[in-house]
């Protein structure tokens, strides 16, 4: 038997010699070291040999195992270095060739839209001012004219909290009586970006979360007048100077008089197309004066002070402006998407 594991120990050396590939080789482990090998076929019957042999057996076994490992791995090793060095022999690196271009990060669709809206309006002598995501319920409605069972509450799904009286903010406008309050009674001139939440069904036009651009003036002898130039002006420098805009009364429970602002179709001049509905406006924001009982909440005197105040979407802006169809192309992250912009 010991003889018989000397003659396999040999054979096997010259095998590995002759090995030339990774497939030879795994070829030649499954001869010599498999289950079903001369090897493995004497492991198997040692149980059968007679005691006094068996030790000895065993013995040379597992060395003959062992050196048969080691010079499995070795060869390998050397296949792998051979093969290397064969392909720097035969493959040419030259290295003044360009590189494989880094994919650069972009600046996301409505951040872009958001970015060019805060620089008109910054432009435009107007500070910008962040307030917090999560409200009170008496910031977020009821010190903006909309008291406890008030109907106009309906008019916003809310997220509410497991702490009573706190909510996620519906809409910037909380920020009003937050900057109003920290400057009263000298005058206002704000932006207030952020995001809003709403409790809503998620679809083409609607998500649960969305950017806001909040506009606020407060001073002396602020007018209807003033509003409807200022935001002329804005529209002229974001969609061009030759833009028509048009205003049509509405009604929010913080602004007294309300109305929104429409501008021509880019899309169809005015004529009419699946984008504004064959109206030939887009409707692009909500505005009005600032009403008497929220200037007062703010630490102002209505008597003698008075603003406007206004409301867009930059997603909602940024659809208009790439004929976008679908709100949720923001949050889904497919690059496909992103990459055009």
Not at 133 to 152: C, W
Not at 182 to 189: F, G, S, T, W
């Amino acid at each position: 038997m010991l003889d018989r594991l000397d003659r396999i120990e040999k054979d096997a050396a010259r095998a590995l010699i002759a090995a030339k590939d990774e497939a030879a080789l795994q070829g030649w482990k499954t001869k010599f070291l498999g289950r079903s090998s001369e090897l493995g076929e004497i492991f198997d019957g040692l149980r059968e040999l007679p005691k006094e042999e068996r030790r000895a057996v065993g013995k040379r076994v597992n060395e003959v195992k062992t050196s048969l490992e080691s010079a499995h791995q070795a060869r390998l090793q050397e296949l792998h270095h051979d093969s290397m060095m064969q392909s720097l022999r035969e493959e040419r690196l030259d290295v003044t060739l360009p590189g494989r271009p880094i994919p650069r990060g972009r600046i996301h669709p409505a951040n872009q839209t958001l970015r060019q809206i805060l620089a008109i309006w910054a432009d435009m002598g107007f500070q910008v001012y962040r307030s917090r995501d999560v409200e009170t319920d008496e910031y977020n409605f009821g010190l903006l004219n909309m008291p406890p069972h008030h109907p106009a509450r309906d008019m916003w799904d809310t997220f509410f909290t497991n702490e009573p009286g706190i909510v996620l903010r519906t809409h910037t406008s909380p920020g009003q009586i937050h900057v109003m309050r920290e400057r009263a009674p000298e005058p206002v001139r704000v932006v207030l970006p952020g995001m809003c939440y709403r409790y809503e069904q998620i679809t083409a036009r609607a998500e649960i979360q969305f950017n806001q651009v909040e506009g606020l003036a407060v001073g002396r002898a602020i007018t209807l007048a003033d509003l409807k130039g200022t935001l002329i002006n804005f529209a002229r420098r974001f969609f061009g100077q030759g833009v028509r805009t048009r205003f049509r009364a509405d009604h929010f429970p913080f602004t007294e008089p309300s109305a929104e602002m429409d501008i021509e179709c880019f899309v169809c001049s005015g004529q009419g197309c699946s984008i504004c509905k064959h109206t030939g406006w887009l409707e692009i924001l909500g505005c009005g004066m600032v009403h008497p009982t929220v200037l007062a909440n703010g630490g102002y005197d209505p008597e003698k002070y008075s603003g406007f105040a206004f409301g867009m979407g930059p997603e909602r802006i940024t659809m208009l402006k790439h004929r976008i169809e679908d709100i949720r192309h923001f949050w889904a992250n497919d690059l496909r998407f992103l990459e055009q912009f």
